[in-house]
């Protein structure tokens, strides 16, 4: 079983989480500049097995697309013809930043540390794909 990759695109870093084999444990990789994304997944596929990209969704509170879905558009449409082989699926990422900064504060980081938003970025990629993880679980076990 293949591991599931998680994307949290921004203009300026992406925030990139990944699952254990097992599809248990969400784990923040890494963040990135976005010029480094496709390198960096072709080098990462080079030695791990991914079944499946998971990418931030960003949503309004009224349910519509936010603003920044312009560029994430055009990456979109990258990523599946760069890797046509491995599907694509979007997830909500609504208040993922505010629960990573909330993480951050309950967890007695210092203020520096909080204010690193490559950090931020990775955990909302680890958040993202928390989720989804935990979406999977309720909808297998309500079926």
Do not use: C, W
């Not at 925030?15 to 599809?23: E, F, N, S, Y």
């Not at 097995?49 to 309004?60: N, R, Y």
């Not at 994430?72 to 890797?83: Q, R, S, V």
């Amino acid at each position: 079983m293949g591991r599931i990759l998680a994307i949290d695109y921004g203009k300026k870093r992406i925030g990139i989480a990944v699952t254990d084999t097992q599809r248990i444990i969400a784990n923040g990789l890494k963040t990135i500049g976005p010029h480094e994304v496709f390198p960096f997944l072709q080098q990462y596929l080079q030695t791990e097995k991914v079944d499946l990209f998971v990418v931030g969704h960003p949503k309004q509170m009224n349910n519509e697309e936010s603003e920044s879905m312009r560029y994430i558009k055009p990456f979109l449409t990258a990523l599946k013809k760069k890797f046509p082989d491995i599907p694509v699926e979007m997830y909500d990422e609504r208040f993922t930043s505010v629960l990573a900064h909330r993480a951050l504060l309950e967890g007695g980081a210092k203020k520096k540390t909080r204010q690193d938003k490559a950090l931020i970025d990775t955990m909302s990629a680890t958040i993202i794909l928390t989720s989804y993880l935990s979406s999977k679980q309720y909808t297998s076990n309500n079926q």
